[in-house]
């Protein structure tokens, strides 16, 4: 039953004893977690010392790469979250350490953030900052961290100008804590000269190339010399769509401090490229100039920009940082009229769209000659969306595109996929989006048993590689560019249906998303973040003021406690609640008033919760419920010494 303090019509916490029968969705769940706690040890020991700097090549040239082991070991941090042992909360800590400084040693991290590059990879290797916030966020250091890089972004260090806070806009595509970059060598680009030769040119005027061949030769010297100076003369400097992935990196700072100019920072900068917008007639342009003149450096046109209309890309380079950005100016004003510029760039590529086929396929870029490259739309950026408005609106935008080429339910062990190494259809294998949404909008009822027993699968596949000969690092080609992506290839540290299943949420956009979600948890008797021992947990489903879930606790013998969080950084208020137990039968009720849920499960017990909630209420933040008694509160950041 569910017990309630009588004398107060409010529901302080829940006591479940009702027993539930073990469903196999919680005991996968929690098969999952213990194999990913054993893989994490097992993948750290084979690709890493025991300081854990990463066993690879003594040097590593351009500027290209440091985000890739940031990106193969922030699982760690994020299992962690969901309810990994504490061995994957050393090891997470331990890797983003050791990434940090051996990529130093590289010349390419620069006083601990990338020295320069483009918001595409800041966005991959900010993940695991990002991570840490929601697994460890009393460390100074990340704290810290996440701060001192918040503040190269802001303008206001005449050192480091990578933001014109009087335009407005970023000074280049190429940024990081040496500041813009507006001048690219040779150098910088030289680990990409293979990999893009068979990549559509980015420029439609360079001397020895067939640009309607759909390739270019980068490896070939002349052509090499005359990208980078076209990219020097045209694309180096001023501002692109694609810098609006650092409002994760601002609000990640915010969400430590609460403080507001790093609110008002992510609304101004949005709001510029919303103008930008109007500016060209509705239609995001992908570059403007130091000046805020759109097309300043590109002969006036609005498309072929850094990674923009016409780069290989093409649209998701717009649409992706558009959502990212909206998604970001939610959580921190609970406006979701903030997601209207990726909405009104969703809606101007679907009206652009022609039948081909009997199906509807929008243009992917736009060359001098027009709009080109004519595709299904992808949905899951309409998803994202829906999952932060809830609005029907939205869930038209996914329903309207034929999306059965992309619902491919993973089929392990036989998924076709891009990759023929890993199998993995995309990047950091989120490849679930649209069979979650069809879950969630009660079209698909046996996706959780099913991607959870797939989960595992998977995981016993990238173990099998990973002790397979052509797992072992020494013997790959560390000369080869592609080296650099191998820890990803070989991880099993992939948990998707075990996150979508745990938090009612897809999991983020690879390219810098911060981990929305609609509930998350804590462990009471540990004080720590996660699912304690022994407990399942299942989101069913999403209103826009309700969450649906099921807790089960598998031990029967120990009586377990979760802390319910209403959204992944407190930024929701539960309402009223409704319990019912395995018959379906309501057993409960009564009104909340906070951002905490305690749910005790006794052994063998379980309940279904339809708790209320009014969504973007509170501030965001990294506050757990113990974060007063840690350390006696807030650490003060460490000043360096003024010298003379």
């Not at 940031?70 to 997470?92: D, K, P, Q, T, V």
């Not at 700072?253 to 509705?282: I, P, S």
């Not at 869930?395 to 080429?405: G, N, Q, S, W």
């Not at 973007?616 to 840690?630: F, G, I």
Request: aromatic share 12%; glycine share 8%; net charge negative.
């Amino acid at each position: 039953m569910t017990q309630t303090n009588k004398s107060n019509p409010r529901t302080s916490a829940i006591y479940a004893r009702d027993s539930w029968t073990a469903p196999t969705w919680a005991l996968t769940e929690r098969k999952l977690i213990d194999t990913l706690n054993e893989a994490v040890v097992e993948y750290v020991r084979r690709y890493t010392r025991e300081d854990g700097t990463i066993v690879w090549r003594e040097d590593w040239p351009g500027m290209d790469g440091s985000d890739d082991p940031y990106e193969a070991f922030m699982n760690l941090s994020l299992l962690y979250a969901l309810g990994g042992n504490e061995e994957i909360l050393r090891l997470s800590r331990l890797m983003y350490d050791a990434i940090t400084w051996q990529w130093t040693e590289y010349g390419q991290i620069h006083n601990e953030f990338d020295a320069y590059y483009d918001w595409m990879h800041h966005g991959e290797g900010s993940l695991y900052l990002y991570f840490l916030g929601l697994s460890d966020p009393h460390l100074l250091k990340n704290s810290q961290r996440a701060v001192k890089f918040a503040e190269l972004y802001t303008g206001k260090n005449p050192e480091i100008p990578n933001y014109d806070a009087e335009r407005k806009l970023m000074r280049s595509p190429i940024t990081g804590s040496k500041g813009p970059r507006f001048q690219m060598t040779e150098e910088d680009w030289v680990t990409h000269r293979g990999v893009l030769d068979d990549y559509l040119a980015p420029f439609e005027d360079i001397p020895g190339v067939d640009f309607a061949s759909g390739k270019c030769k980068w490896s070939d010297d002349n052509i090499y010399r005359e990208i980078i100076s076209r990219m020097n003369e045209r694309k180096a400097k001023g501002d692109v769509p694609l810098n609006l992935n650092a409002t994760g990196l601002i609000t990640n700072a915010f969400m430590y401090t609460g403080d507001e100019k790093y609110r008002q920072w992510v609304l101004e900068y949005l709001a510029a490229w919303e103008e930008r917008t109007l500016r060209n007639d509705g239609l995001t342009p992908d570059n403007v100039g130091l000046s805020d003149i759109i097309g300043e450096y590109n002969d006036g046109k609005w498309w072929g920009g850094y990674y923009g209309y016409r780069w290989p890309h093409g649209f998701m380079s717009i649409i992706e940082p558009l959502t990212n950005a909206g998604m970001n100016a939610v959580l921190l004003t609970g406006d979701r009229s903030k997601l209207d510029l990726a909405r009104s760039q969703l809606d101007r590529n679907w009206d652009l769209g022609k039948e081909i086929n009997g199906k509807w396929h929008v243009p992917n870029k736009h060359f001098d000659a027009g709009w080109t490259d004519f595709r299904i739309q992808v949905p899951t950026y309409p998803i994202y969306l829906w999952t932060i408005s809830m609005a029907e609106e939205d869930a038209a935008r996914v329903d309207r595109i034929p999306y059965e080429d992309h619902f491919r339910l993973i089929d392990m062990p036989t998924i076709s996929g891009r990759n023929p190494v890993t199998r993995k259809e995309t990047k950091h294998f989120i490849a679930n989006t649209v069979p979650w949404y069809l879950y969630m909008r009660g079209q698909f009822p046996d996706y959780p048993e099913r991607i959870l027993q797939q989960n595992l699968e998977m995981i016993a596949i990238q173990l099998e590689k990973l002790r397979s000969p052509e797992g072992d690092p020494t013997s790959w080609d560390w000369d080869s560019p592609y080296s650099i992506h191998m820890w990803q290839e070989y991880s099993p540290v992939y948990f998707e249906g075990l996150l979508q299943m745990m938090l009612g949420a897809p999991m983020h956009i690879s390219h810098g998303g911060l981990q929305h979600a609609r509930v998350r948890y804590f462990d009471a008797a540990l004080k720590r973040c996660g699912l304690p021992e022994d407990v399942g947990a299942l989101v069913e489903s999403l209103g826009d003021e309700f969450v649906t879930l099921t807790f089960v606790n598998l031990s029967a013998f120990k009586e377990r406690e979760v802390i319910v969080q209403a959204g992944s950084f407190g930024e929701h208020q539960f309402t009223y609640m409704e319990s019912f137990n395995q018959s379906g039968q309501k057993i409960g009720e009564g009104e909340l008033d906070g951002k905490w849920l305690p749910v005790t499960l006794a052994p063998g017990a379980g309940i279904q919760l339809k708790l209320h909630m009014k969504r973007y209420m509170n501030q965001p933040t990294y506050e757990t419920p113990w974060s007063a008694e840690v350390a006696g509160g807030t650490a003060k950041f460490i000043r360096g010494r003024n010298q003379v």
